[in-house]
């Protein structure tokens, strides 16, 4: 892995670096009940492609274009929709510190 993989999409060439106004803290809840906080660093490396859906706000398809990714990857991705639309919730979620007024986008 690069330094500068895309966080979204692992593409090898990330070309901008968005630093979260506000660390998101989100929770994940497993069937078992297992409860998960994920605390992210609020900085997140994005390819021009995802740079273009983050500005946009557009987050649904910046989920869609990760899961895309995850899956050519090779990843676990669920294939029931509703696993598919817990993890894509989850994920926009986590994305959508990066709408939160007071983000900055630095070049790499
Ligand atoms: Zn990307």
Avoid at 38 to 59: E, F
Avoid at 93 to 99: E, I, N, Q
Wanted: charged share 25%; proline share 6%; hydrophobic share 45%.
């Amino acid at each position: 892995m690069s330094m500068n993989t895309c966080d979204f999409c692992a593409f090898p060439f990330a070309k901008w670096l968005y630093l979260a106004a506000e660390r998101p803290l989100v929770g994940l809840v497993d069937d078992e009940g297992q409860g998960l906080l994920l605390d992210d660093d609020g900085r997140w490396r994005a390819c021009a492609t995802c740079s273009s859906y983050v500005d946009r706000r557009d987050l649904m398809d910046l989920v869609e274009h990760s899961l895309e990714a995850m899956r050519t990857a090779g990843a676990p991705v669920p294939t029931d929709p509703e696993g598919l639309a817990q993890l894509g919730l989850f994920m926009a979620a986590r994305y959508a510190a990066l709408t939160i007024p007071g983000t900055r986008k630095l070049p790499l």
